[in-house]
């Protein structure tokens, strides 16, 4: 049974940092794509960053590129988005997911998500 459970989410100040965590179960994380995604109230869903491969090598949203690092540590089952340079805009829910559907992982065509964790950035 797969399983993800997201947290480190929070309140931050504009230009303050935030690492988020999403501890996996039921499945080999090195062999499946992980993605993170975000969405605002009234705001679709929408893809930040992913890794689709184990060469250690990642894609980001353009709003998010040079800010937000996506990472994984095999051992610990945990995928990590590290949040830097935080913004207003960034506030949304965060969700992790895995099992990739379509051909691209900033898509949100995945099969298994996380419950959310809330991010929120304000003075």
């Known amino acids: 049974q797969v399983r993800l459970v997201e947290s480190g989410g929070g309140l931050v100040q504009p230009g303050g940092s935030l690492r988020l965590s999403c501890v996996t179960s039921?499945?080999?994380?090195?062999?499946?794509?992980m993605g993170w995604f975000r969405q605002a109230p009234g705001k679709e869903r929408e893809g930040v960053a992913c890794?689709?491969?184990?060469?250690?090598?990642?894609t980001y949203a353009d709003s998010v590129k040079g800010r937000f690092t996506i990472s994984t540590d095999n051992d610990k089952n945990t995928v990590y988005l590290q949040m830097n340079s935080l913004k207003p805009q960034d506030t949304a829910v965060y969700y992790c997911?895995?099992?990739?559907?379509?051909?691209?992982?900033?898509?949100?065509?995945?099969?298994?998500w996380g419950q959310g964790t809330q991010v929120t950035v304000s003075s």
């Open positions: 890794n689709s491969s184990s060469d250690g090598s990642a």
């Open positions: 997911a895995t099992d990739l559907a379509g051909s691209s992982c900033l898509n949100i065509e995945y099969h298994h």
């Open positions: 039921g499945f080999t994380l090195d062999f499946h794509p």
